[in-house]
């Protein structure tokens, strides 16, 4: 059985996602430091999970979706922290020629 999202759904997810928009233009003008990466971060993670959940169908899908749609974000995640561990350990060893 196919859910068939109502036009009232669809258009508060796309009212969200143009808040959300406008809030990552705001939050680019605001001086937030060395918050400002994750507050970015945060934002397009909301807006990434609601395309997914209500454009992408995922809300209403089989349980095989969910478990593929949540091992992509961890491996995405993975990823993420593995860069910016390499990023952090970058010149803790003196290395000859570097």
Do not use: E, Q
Not at 4 to 18: C, D, H, P, Q, T
Not at 25 to 47: C, D, E
Not at 59 to 79: D, E, G, K, N, P
Request: charged residues 5%; aromatic residues 12%.
């Amino acid at each position: 059985m196919h859910h068939v999202a109502s036009i009232k759904s669809n258009l508060v997810v796309f009212a969200l996602l143009m808040v959300l928009l406008l809030a990552t233009v705001g939050a680019s003008y605001v001086p937030l430091g060395v918050m400002h990466f994750p507050v970015a971060m945060v934002i397009a993670t909301v807006k990434t999970v609601l395309i997914v959940l209500f454009f992408m169908h995922a809300l209403h899908s089989h349980r095989l979706t969910w478990i593929i749609c949540v091992a992509s974000f961890l491996w995405l995640l993975l990823m993420i922290v593995f860069t910016i561990i390499d990023f952090l350990s970058r010149g803790w060893l003196d290395i000859l020629g570097k």
